[in-house]
């Protein structure tokens, strides 16, 4: 995959995040182009669109009235889900009751299917995971989870690494506490494509090559000069 091209159109949508927080995420209609090799900063107050982009480019979510391009060609969900990764969301089995398993099952898991490692040691080492908490869930981590979910989306094989939209302070506990900003030099270089959605410009400074501004109207608005307030206040 070299390139993958978004054009949102005007959604709402209402979205769990990996705090399992439920937030209204709005798009307007614009054109997003992401290429391979690049981290890109997503800059946008929350609920301005960024982690519906996230979510889109995962697969997370279903394309509503989106269109989503791969090289050229219309992607569908089954595309984007063998594509693309949103980093610290839990991972489940069963078709019909869907239950949450642990970070070492959801590595075996990807492990045999996929064949990027030998055994789960070398995923362990690779990541710097703690062997004594692989039992865990997702849920269960700390700032360990986002390594520990890299490593299970990067032992898939996935080419996009989505992340959720995240204000400054959390953008810096998460990427500094964690340690996950580590690994992107290696994604990188692989050809991976790293999506950072955040509130300002200046967090993905020296991180990203290149901060895109989300711009929608409807966060851009300010109240004195609203016709309304001027009339009545």
């Given at each position: ?17 990996p ?6 995420d ?39 009235n989106?269109?989503?391009y791969?090289?050229?060609?219309l ?46 040691n ?6 710097h ?6 039992h865990?869930?997702?849920?269960k ?54 999506l ?11 991180l ?9 109207p ?16």
């Open positions: 995959m070299e390139e993958i091209k978004l054009i949102t159109k005007q959604r709402v949508e209402r979205i769990k995040n705090f399992n927080e439920l937030q209204d709005y798009t307007m209609e614009k054109l997003f182009c992401f290429k391979r090799g690049m981290i890109y900063g997503i800059i946008g107050e929350q609920g301005e669109g960024g982690e519906l982009i996230s979510s889109l480019l995962s697969g997370r979510i279903p394309i509503v989106e269109e989503i791969c090289d050229g060609k992607a569908d969900n089954v595309v984007l889900k063998q594509l693309g990764w949103y980093v610290g969301k839990s991972e489940y089995c069963g078709r019909i009751v869907k239950k949450q398993i642990s970070v070492e099952k959801a590595l075996l898991h990807a492990i045999k299917k996929y064949k990027r490692y030998q055994n789960l070398e995923v362990v080492e690779e990541f995971l703690s062997p004594d908490k692989l865990n869930k997702i849920t981590y700390s700032g360990e989870k986002w390594r520990a979910s890299l490593a299970i989306g990067y032992a898939s094989r996935k080419e996009i690494y989505c992340f959720s939209w995240m204000n400054t302070a959390c953008f810096n506990s998460i990427l500094l506490s964690s340690g996950v900003f580590r690994f992107f030099k290696k994604l990188k270089e692989e050809g991976a494509i790293i950072l959605p955040t509130s300002r410009r200046e967090n993905v400074i020296g990203a090559d290149e901060a895109i501004e989300i711009n929608n409807q966060y851009k608005s300010i109240i004195s000069e609203n016709e309304y307030f001027i009339k009545n206040f």
